[in-house]
C-alpha cells in the first residue's frame, strides 16, 4: 500500500483516492519572470516522479501545475526591461519548457495560467464575499478577512492571535485586521489590469491558485504539493479561500518538499544565492542534475555543491557502465528487485532508498555478465526500474564516452584519432609515446581501457 505524507496532519497516510482507480494532483509552478533555478527544479523533478509513479500504480492520473504569469515581480521586471509582460512571461515559460524537457520531466496534463483564469477568479471572489468571508476594503482592493475562517492555521500549525502578536505585519488602514490579505488589487497607472465588479484591476497570488485547481479538479481532490515555503502563507490562504467559496474540504493530501540549501541557506532568487538550470547544464549533463535531486527523499534538505553533483555524476557512470555491451531485449524483469524497488517508493516515494537498490541491481549485473540470459534480466530490470525515476534510459556506450560533463574541450573525433594514434606507438613499440596519450587523455578526465586483441575503449571520468 502506498503512504504518503501528509502535512496537513504531520504523519504518513495510507493513499485513499477520492474516486477509485484514480488521482488529481495539483502543484504550484513557477512565477515566470526569470529562468528556472535548482530549487525550481527540484519541485519539477519531485512531483514528475510522484507522477509517473501513480502511473506506473496503474491510476489514472490528473496533474495540474500553474503558470503564475501576473504578479508584482512580473511587472517590475517588464518595467526595468522596458517590455510588455505578455513578452516576458511567454520568454520564461518557454525557456521553462526547456529546461524541463532537459531534465527529463514529463509535461502535465494541465497547465493553466492565472491570466486566462480571470473570469474563474472573480467568480471565486464573489462567493467570499457573499459568504462572509471577503470584503472592498477603503482602498478600493478585496481582502480576505482571516477571522472568520475558523480554521485558519490548521496546515501551518499557526494561530490566529499568535500570528498577531508576534509576526511583524505591515500596519494599512485599508485593511480591516493586519492579517487580512488581498484578493483582487485595484490597478496603478499603467499597469495591466482587467475588468471586475471592483474596477479595474488584478488578482491576489494566492486566489489564483484555488481558482485554478478548483477549475481543474473540482472543489474538493487528492493531493496539492509545492515547496516547503509555500505551506504559510500561500497554501493556508488557498484553504482558507477555497473551503469558504464552496463549503467543502479542499484537499485530502498536502506534500511539500524539502529546500535545496547552499552554505546552510535555502536557495532563492531573493537572496541571490542561486544557481540556474542552464548554468548547471554547462557543466553536468542534464541526467546528473536529475539523479542528484533523487538522490535525497523528497522531503529532506538537498545541499548543493559540485561535489554533490560529481557523485551524482560517479554514480550515473557506474550504472552505466553495469549496462554497457548487454543486448537490450524485451525479457521479464527480476520480480525481486522490483518489490524491493516498490516498497521503497510505496513508503512516501523514498528515492534513496529505491536508488540504493538499484545500485545492488547494478552490482549484481557485474558479477553476472558471463552469464548472457541472467546479464540480460538484470540489465532489463535496471533499465524498467530507472524508467519509473526518469532515469537510465540513455545509450550506455554514448552516455560514458559524454561522462557526466555537457561542457567539455575534447571532442569525440579527437579522442578517438589519439587512441588510433596511441594504437600505432604500441604496434612500433614506443611504449613512451602510448604512455604519454593515454596520460594526456586521463589529465582531461578520458579514461582508457585496454582489452584483448589490440582494442581500447574509453570513457570520460
Known sequence: MLKIYNTLTRKKETFIPKVAGKVGMYVCG????????????????VFDTVARYFRYLDYELTYVRNVTDIDDKIIQRALENGEEFTGLTQRFIDAMHEDERSLAILPPDSEPKATESIA??????????????????????????????????????????????????????????PLDFVLWKMSKSGEPSWKSPWGQGRPGWHIECSAMSTCCLGNHFDIHGGGMDLQFPHHENEIAQSEGATGEKFVNLWMHNGFVRVDDEKMSKSLGNFFTVREVLKQYRPEVIRFFILSSHYR?????????????QT????FYTALRGIKMSDVAIDNDYKVRFDTAMNDDFNTSIAVSVLFDLAKELNKVKANIEQAELLAATLRYLGSILGILQDNPDEFLKGGGSSNYTLSIEKIETLIKNRIKAKQNKDWAMADKIRDDLKSQGIILEDAAGNTTTWRRE
Open 30 to 45: 513557477m512565477t515566470v519572470y526569470d529562468y528556472c533555478h535548482i530549487g525550481h527544479a527540484r519541485v519539477m523533478v
Open 120 to 177: 474563474d477568479i472573480i467568480i471565486l471572489i464573489e462567493k467570499l464575499i457573499i459568504n462572509g468571508f471577503a470584503y472592498v476594503g477603503s482602498n478600493g482592493d478585496v481582502f480576505y478577512a482571516v477571522n472568520k475562517f475558523k480554521n485558519y492555521g490548521q496546515l501551518s500549525r499557526k494561530k490566529l492571535d499568535e500570528l498577531q502578536a508576534g509576526e511583524r505585519v505591515n500596519v494599512d488602514e485599508a485593511k480591516n485586521n
Open 300 to 312: 529532506s534538505p538537498l545541499n548543493y555543491s559540485d561535489a554533490q553533483l560529481d557523485d551524482a
Open 315 to 318: 554514480a550515473l557512470t557506474r
